[in-house]
């Protein structure tokens, strides 16, 4: 089955940066497209990032274009985001997702704070 396991959450103060990964397994996945979402309470998921299955085209959310950049290691199955000039809006928890057969499966989430 799918698995989708976030880590490299955590507190950092405004204008750090945190690199999150997801690991994923249970299926091919150099040939799924990969997106990091992120969610705070009463607001809904929202696209922060995504790449293509090889890598080669990237996009991002105005919000973070420019600070963040997302990766990925066809090798090792995995997928990072690299988040530089955090801000306290930054704050949520950030998901890994992939859409596979119509269906989209989610990690569990990683918390990020950016707070003095």
């Known amino acids: 089955q799918v698995q989708l396991v976030e880590s490299g959450g955590g507190l950092v103060q405004p204008g750090g940066s945190l690199r999150l990964s997801c690991a994923a397994s249970?299926?091919?996945?150099?040939?799924?497209?990969m997106t990091w979402f992120r969610q705070t309470p009463g607001r809904l998921r929202e696209l922060v990032a995504a790449?293509?299955?090889?890598?080669?085209?990237?996009n991002y959310m105005d919000s973070v274009r420019g600070r963040f950049t997302i990766s990925r290691d066809n090798d090792k199955n995995t997928v990072d985001l690299e988040m530089n000039s955090l801000k306290p809006e930054d704050t949520a928890v950030y998901y890994c997702?992939?859409?596979?057969?119509?269906?989209?499966?989610w990690g569990q989430g990683t918390q990020v704070t950016v707070s003095s």
């Open positions: 790449i293509t299955e090889t890598g080669g085209i990237t």
């Open positions: 997702s992939v859409l596979m057969r119509s269906n989209r499966f």
């Open positions: 249970g299926f091919t996945f150099n040939t799924a497209a």
